[in-house]
């Protein structure tokens, strides 16, 4: 398949696909003879995680470390580049728990709006 045909398939622009590729967050994709991309299921999957790492935060440099571990040293750099996505889920658990805190704070900031609205003018006269 071409890179518009692959760009369709996966939701992503033909230029994001060329700059994965370049950088290196990809393998590189086989070429026809005349030096058109065909893109294999494979790269596919591969592109389907490049966008996956992206979505969660994971660093140009972090996935294009990750590629570079599985090309160069296979089942061998398994428990190097699991951290990879261990430091990351930590990263995103942290990113997690400080949202919800500040979703905490707007919460009581509402709930205390909201207390002032119920109160009526003769409310607030009195107390």
């Given amino acids: 398949m071409n890179i518009k045909e692959a760009s369709q398939k996966l939701g992503m622009s033909a230029d994001t696909i060329r700059y994965y590729e370049k950088v290196g967050m990809i393998p590189p994709v086989n070429r026809r003879d005349n030096g058109i991309r065909n893109f294999t299921e494979a790269d596919l999957c591969w592109l389907t995680f490049a966008k996956e790492m992206r979505s969660s935060g994971l660093s140009i440099e972090a996935s294009i470390k990750y590629i570079h571990l599985y090309d160069t040293g296979g089942d061998a750099t398994i428990p190097e580049r699991k951290n990879i996505l261990l430091e990351q889920r930590q990263l995103m658990q942290e990113k997690m728990q400080e949202l919800e805190a500040s979703i905490h704070a ?22």
């Fill in 106 to 127: 707007l919460d009581l900031r509402v709930t205390n709006i909201e207390a002032l609205e119920s109160m009526s003018t003769d409310d607030l006269l009195v107390g």
